[in-house]
């Protein structure tokens, strides 16, 4: 299993020294490029965290944890469907049960078109219903036992990824809509966590170059890979799609101390997309 390669230059400085995260969709989907979720786990874990590592695809988990542990760092993969309650409350607490605290909470999970998401007047119940278990309601009951803990240590931050689909263009609604509920849900647990000394925000990324997003919608439209990363870059003011690089030093930064005077914000990582509606 090969290493990654960070693009970005980031020199670590043990900014989570010794914390416990939780990273949540920390594997990624099959195909070439870097997720957003193994990103932050990996990025976490070079910055002095240790790591647990849940997923649906408990393979996929396995090898970010692998390799995190080939950088001489910690992590232990762990088997999840944020859909699930019992899963969730397993996963949580095998985090405090191993390490004795949780300091850090990332919610990775979401799904769009490979989650069934299709145009409104196309959808079936069963496909929104599973839009909104994984996107929105997992992640509420994600935060409700991460908050469990961390009321009682009366210290934790929460990251949630979102999407800039929340706030521009988006051409699904179950996708777009559960999304704006994880900015509605982050405003409000922030401002009823701040007594607890728990921090809350969330992360909007913009046009992503992760297998999720490109491989889908490449097999989706029927376009090559290279045609679909051309026309999404061409979106972009930056002139590129960003790579899980970027979402994940947002959430290093939200997640380590130097984000502590910072809560109940949504901020996008985009590359300037979403100001360019027209
Ligand atoms: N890639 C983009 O362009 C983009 C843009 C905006 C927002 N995002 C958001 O970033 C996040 C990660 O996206 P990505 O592109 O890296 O996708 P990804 O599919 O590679 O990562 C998501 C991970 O979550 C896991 N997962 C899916 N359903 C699950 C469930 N029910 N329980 C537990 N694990 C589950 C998947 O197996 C995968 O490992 C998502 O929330 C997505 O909505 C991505």
Sequence with gaps: ???????????????????????????QSPGEGLGNGRAAAIRFAREGARVLAVNRSIDSAEETAEMIRKEGNEAVAFKCDIRHEADIIAAIGEARRRWGALDVLHNNVGVSLGGGDADLME????????????????????????LAIMRE??????????????????????????????????EQLALQNARYNIRINAILPGLIATPMAVETRARQFGKSRDE????RAAKVPLGRQGTGWDVANLA???????????????????????????
């Design 123 to 146: 959808i079936t119940e069963e496909r929104f219903d599973n839009i909104y278990q994984t996107n929105l309601r997992g992640v509420a009951f994600t935060c409700k036992h991460a």
């Design 153 to 186: 240590q009366r210290s934790g931050a929460i990251v949630n990824v979102g999407s800039a689909a929340a706030v521009g263009l988006y051409p699904y609604v179950a996708y777009k809509a559960t999304k704006a509920g994880v900015n509605a849900m982050t």
């Design 1 to 27: 299993m090969s290493t990654v390669t960070d693009t970005t230059g980031w020199t670590p400085a043990k900014r989570l020294d010794g914390k416990v995260a939780v990273v949540v969709g920390a594997g």
């Design 252 to 278: 290093l930064f939200l997640a380590s101390d130097e984000a502590s005077f910072i809560t109940g914000v949504c901020i996008l990582v985009d590359g300037g997309r979403v100001l360019n509606r027209i």
């Design 228 to 231: 679909l990363m051309a026309e």
